[in-house]
């Protein structure tokens, strides 16, 4: 590979800030060394690839392909990373402040599809279970269960939904039967009173 030619062409692309300030300081040490290290050479090779036609065409195609449904997808998810950082905390950002913000394909694939973002977004679409009035009863794993035992609850009403990745966090304010005093409970916490 002729590095010269290379970096010639990069200075042609819309490169990044630090792809800018790379390129010229390996151009700089090509013309006083006469040749890159191993590092700095793989280096070039990966920003060709980045900016080869087919690269940038994958590149206009995703943004081209980039529907609603996948904005809203990476919405919520930036809101729930931003509720518990450190895990993508500045694309999260980036998509919050933003709404115009189309991400790469890596970076979208990363924070949106990864076992706890796809948890997050199937909890928040689930519905509640119980409605406002229903008879439910402690389940025996619940931290309460020694307070109440097999009484029945009166659901109130539902709880407006959180960003979690744990499962079965949908909440409802109740009434436990002789008590006049109302507590909180997720459904993991409750089930049909039999």
Not at 49 to 72: H, I
Not at 126 to 155: C, D, T, W
Request: charged share 30%; aromatic share 10%; glycine share 4%.
């Amino acid at each position: 590979m002729n590095h010269k030619l290379v970096l010639k062409a990069l200075q042609r692309e819309s490169l990044t800030d630090w792809e800018r300030g790379f390129c010229e300081s390996v151009s700089s040490a090509l013309d006083k060394y006469g040749r890159l290290s191993e590092k700095q050479a793989e280096t070039v090779q990966k920003l060709q690839n980045k900016y080869c036609p087919e690269a940038k065409l994958a590149r206009e195609n995703w943004k081209k392909n980039f529907t609603s449904e996948m904005r809203e997808t990476m919405m919520l998810v930036a809101k729930y990373y931003r509720q518990n950082p450190p895990w993508y905390s500045d694309l999260a950002m980036k998509v919050i402040a933003d709404p115009e913000f189309i991400p790469t394909e890596k970076q979208y694939n990363a924070m949106c599809l990864n076992k706890y973002a796809q948890r997050v977004v199937e909890n928040w679409s689930m519905q509640h279970i119980y409605e406002a009035g229903s008879l439910v009863a402690m389940r025996k794993n619940s931290n309460l269960h020694y307070l109440f035992g097999e009484r029945p609850l009166v659901v109130i009403k539902q709880l407006p939904k959180t960003l979690t990745a744990t499962r079965g966090q949908n909440s409802y304010e109740v009434l436990p039967a002789g008590k006049d005093e109302k507590i909180i409970l997720s459904e993991k916490e409750i089930k049909i009173y039999k």
